[in-house]
């Protein structure tokens, strides 16, 4: 029973688990430096390796894009500081994908202790118990965990996915809406399923311009 809490990874909807940490940018504290932002903290299993640092210089070469949605990046793994520090400079070296002299500059979390990987159960025994596994947590700017991902050390993320959650989550929180299957701005969203039957007999009967629905449970909001 001590081992599960140990590792287990808490859940959406949850706080996000509070921490200080040193990193290749200083030392953070864990919510308190990131207040009304949202973050994406991701671990990684280890420095020096190739699906790593393709993800590494993929995720610097957004980092504007997720700042022009008001995200910041975290990453972590179990190695060193100074492990860090060689492995980030060393892919400043390197050309992959077009990308090259890529700079890292978001934090990179040095967690030897795997005390940050312990409290979001990052380490995960049945795939490794000295090195975490590829995990994504979506903050938001209230310390709550909106989303999580998780991959096995041998498949590399999808950015583009990692972006669209947070576009997706941003505008059900503005807008009150959920997103569909595959949704991107500027496409269709769903309003909130009627809760009664009144409600949903009017929504049938009373489609307008802005909204249209395939059957009561299933109703859209035009994107202009």
């Known amino acids: 029973m001590e081992n599960e809490n140990f590792n287990r990874m808490p859940l959406i909807g949850d706080e996000a688990p509070a921490f200080k940490a040193r990193t290749t940018q200083g030392d953070i504290n864990f919510p308190e430096d990131y207040k009304g932002k949202w973050v994406i903290l991701f671990s990684h299993p280890a420095d020096f390796t190739?699906?790593?640092?393709t993800e590494f210089?993929?995720?610097a070469t957004m980092i504007d894009e997720f700042?022009?949605?008001n995200t910041e990046l975290i990453g972590l793994s179990v190695d060193s500081l100074y492990a860090h520090i060689a492995w980030l400079r060393k892919?400043?070296?390197?050309?992959?994908?077009?990308?090259?002299n890529?700079?890292?500059?978001?934090?990179?979390?040095?967690?030897?202790?795997?005390?940050?990987?312990n409290k979001f159960g990052m380490i995960q025994p049945g795939q490794s118990d000295t090195q975490a596994v590829r995990a994504v947590f979506v903050i938001d700017p209230q310390a709550k965990i909106r989303c999580i991902l998780y991959y096995p050390l041998s498949t590399g993320r999808n950015f583009d996915e990692i972006k669209r959650i947070i576009l997706a989550l941003q505008k059900a929180d503005k807008d009150g809406v959920a997103t569909p299957a595959d949704w991107r701005p500027g496409d269709d969203v769903v309003v909130p399923t009627a809760g009664s039957c009144g409600t949903a007999k009017e929504r049938m009967e009373k489609q307008d311009d802005d909204t249209y629905c395939l059957d009561w449970f299933m109703c859209f909001k035009r994107e202009k």
Do not use: H, N, R, S
Not at 50 to 53: E, I, L, R, S, Y
Not at 91 to 100: R, S
Not at 104 to 109: A, K
């Open 91 to 100: 892919i400043q070296e390197l050309e992959y994908k077009g990308m090259k």
């Open 57 to 59: 210089m993929t995720f």
């Open 50 to 53: 190739p699906v790593c640092t």
């Open 102 to 117: 890529v700079e890292v500059t978001f934090p990179l979390i040095e967690d030897i202790k795997m005390d940050v990987a």
């Open 67 to 69: 700042k022009e949605l």
